[in-house]
C-alpha cells in the first residue's frame, strides 16, 4: 500500500482532462489519498487551465473531440512547464515516443493501476524547490534553480523526467550507472514499469542535447548503463 507523506504539499488541483469512465474512478482514488482532483472536458480544460493552476494535468491519449498529444503540445509551445502524465492504451514504443514527442513527462497504461498511479503522482508533486546551484559538464549547463538546460548558448527544452535523468547523471560525472541505480534514483525504487524505459529516455535526451554537431556526452557502457563523459 502507497503511502502519501505530503498529502497537503500543494492546494492546487490535479486536472484530469480524460473521459469520464477514467475520471469517476481516479477523482476517487485522488481523493482517499488527499489530492484534490478537478475533471473537466478537455478544451475547457484547457481554455481554464491559468484559471485553476493545477499542480499536474493527466491527459488522455485519445479523448472525445481532440488529441492528448496535441493539448501537450498547445501546452508546452506556451511555455507551460507544468507536469503532465498521459493516459495510453497500450505500452508500445510508439506509444511512448508520442508522448515524450509531445512533451508530457510520463505515460500511465489503462486501464490504470491505482498503485501506479499514486506513485507517479507522488514523485512529481513531492519535489521540493530546488536551492539556486548549476551542474556543469564542460560545455553542459544544467541549472537547479531555472530549471533550464544550455549547451554553446543553446536553450534546451527537457520534460521533467528527462531533466531528472540528465541532472543525474551530471551529478555523477565519469561514474558509470548501472541500469538499476538510473532506476532507483530517477524513477525510484518501487518502479514497475516497461523494462526499456531508460533507453527511451536516454534517446530523446541524447538528441536534444547533442543536436548541432555536438560532441557526444552520453555514452553507453554495455551491458551495465550509462556514463556521463566526453568520447
Not at 469512465?21 to 482517499?32: E, G, I, P, T, Y
Not at 488529441?67 to 511512448?96: D, F, H, K, W, Y
Not at 498511479?117 to 521540493?128: A, G, K
Not at 565519469?174 to 541500469?179: E, G, H, K, S
Request: aromatic share 6%; charged share 25%; glycine share 4%.
Amino acid at each position: 500500500m502507497i503511502t502519501n507523506k505530503k498529502t497537503n504539499a500543494t492546494n492546487s488541483p490535479i486536472l484530469l482532462l480524460t473521459d469520464n469512465d477514467f475520471a469517476q474512478q481516479a477523482s476517487l482514488d485522488l481523493q482517499r489519498a488527499g489530492y484534490l482532483p478537478l475533471f473537466e472536458k478537455a478544451q475547457k480544460g484547457w481554455q481554464k487551465l491559468s484559471i485553476l493552476q493545477p499542480a499536474m494535468v493527466i491527459v488522455d491519449h485519445s479523448i472525445s473531440g481532440t488529441s492528448g498529444v496535441s493539448l501537450c503540445r498547445q501546452l508546452r509551445s506556451s511555455g507551460n512547464r507544468i507536469p503532465i502524465l498521459m493516459l495510453v492504451e497500450q505500452e508500445t514504443v510508439a506509444e511512448r515516443v508520442a508522448c515524450l514527442e509531445s512533451g508530457a513527462d510520463d505515460y500511465l497504461l489503462k486501464p490504470y493501476n491505482r498503485e501506479q498511479l499514486l506513485e507517479q503522482i507522488s514523485l512529481y508533486l513531492q519535489s521540493e524547490v530546488p536551492v539556486p546551484e548549476q551542474l556543469r559538464f564542460g560545455e553542459l549547463i544544467l541549472d537547479l534553480s531555472t530549471r533550464q538546460v544550455i549547451r554553446n548558448d543553446r536553450v534546451i527544452d527537457l520534460t521533467m523526467k528527462e531533466f531528472e535523468l540528465l541532472k543525474y547523471l551530471m551529478s555523477n560525472p565519469q561514474q558509470v550507472m548501472t541500469r538499476e541505480e538510473i532506476i532507483e534514483n530517477v524513477w525510484g525504487f518501487d518502479y514497475r514499469g516497461e523494462s526499456n524505459v531508460i533507453e527511451v529516455y536516454i534517446r530523446y535526451l541524447r538528441l536534444k542535447i547533442e543536436s548541432q554537431n555536438s560532441k557526444r556526452l552520453i555514452q553507453t557502457v554495455r551491458g551495465i548503463g550509462y556514463v556521463l563523459r566526453e568520447s
